[in-house]
């Protein structure tokens, strides 16, 4: 494991759904897990330079928090690994961007979709059937992209239907809603490794490259999350 895909790993498994941890917290963490503290400050030194987290100081005490588009990654990690999928209704999402264009972008948005349970058909051509549709709209508008989407079924009580999704078609300027990150009333307070939290890591860790590398400042609409992932 990696330093900087580690403190991903803590966020998703230990800090979420809070979005920022005290430095201590997590040197103490990351010590634990065999990393020295001054490979840590430098993991979280080049992650605050590529906008991914951002120092803050509370008081006397230092904390890192997650940029909006790494914290919305967080959020569709922890859905993948732990929230339950919905019963399948027999339908499905076809997703059909127009783009990204550049190569290693496409690459990431193409891992982005599987986070989100896309399989890819062939290029620009994505089928899911139990994406969820809120979080298809919120990463075509991280990316800008406008997409002819649409839903159906195969099974459906032994009949086809199609429609198109969402139900109004984006016009040349619209784009979708980004999701507004909420953090808990209570805040995160640190604590020890749990029994098993190696194991855990490892597990999460497996899901870090789909989020690699940034996102070109022009695939990110404004206002909103910036284009920033985690590597």
Same mark, same amino acid.
């Given at each position: ?6 403190? &991903?790993?803590? @966020? ?22 065999? &990393? ?10 080049? =992650? ?22 790494? @914290? /919305? ?18 339908? &499905? ?47 075509? %508008? ?9 839903? %159906?079924?195969? /099974?459906?009580?032994?009949?086809? @239907?199609?429609?198109? @999704?969402? !139900?109004?078609?984006?016009?040349? $300027?619209?784009?979708?809603?980004? /999701? ?10 640190? =604590? ?12 999460? !860790?497996?899901? $870090? ?5 940034p996102s070109s400042p022009r695939a990110s609409p404004a206002p909103g999350p910036g284009g920033a992932?985690?590597?």
């Amino acid at each position: 494991m990696r330093a900087r895909s580690t403190i &991903f790993t803590l @966020f998703v498994e230990h800090v979420y759904p809070e979005r920022r941890a005290p430095l201590k917290a997590l040197i103490a963490m990351m010590e634990a897990l065999g &990393f020295s503290e001054a490979a840590v400050r430098a993991a979280l030194s080049r =992650s605050a330079r590529r906008g991914w987290v951002a120092p803050e100081r509370r008081g006397r005490v230092v904390h890192y928090a997650l940029s909006d588009r790494v @914290f /919305w990654q967080v959020r569709q990690v922890r859905r993948r690994l732990y929230e339950p999928l919905p019963p399948w209704d027999g339908s &499905f999402l076809l997703v059909l961007p127009e783009g990204p264009r550049e190569r290693g972008e496409r690459e990431r948005f193409r891992r982005e979709m599987a986070l989100l349970g896309y399989g890819s058909l062939q290029s620009g051509v994505y089928l899911g059937a139990s994406a969820d549709p809120r979080a298809t709209e919120e990463l075509l %508008g991280f990316y800008g992209l406008l997409s002819p989407s649409l839903r %159906g079924g195969l /099974w459906a009580r032994g009949r086809s @239907f199609s429609g198109p @999704f969402p !139900s109004r078609p984006p016009g040349p $300027t619209t784009r979708a809603s980004p /999701w507004k990150p909420t953090s808990p009333k209570t805040p995160w307070r640190p =604590s020890g490794p749990s029994p098993g939290w190696p194991t855990r890591c490892a597990r999460s !860790s497996s899901w $870090t490259p789909f989020c690699r590398r940034p996102s070109s400042p022009r695939a990110s609409p404004a206002p909103g999350p910036g284009g920033a992932s985690w590597s």
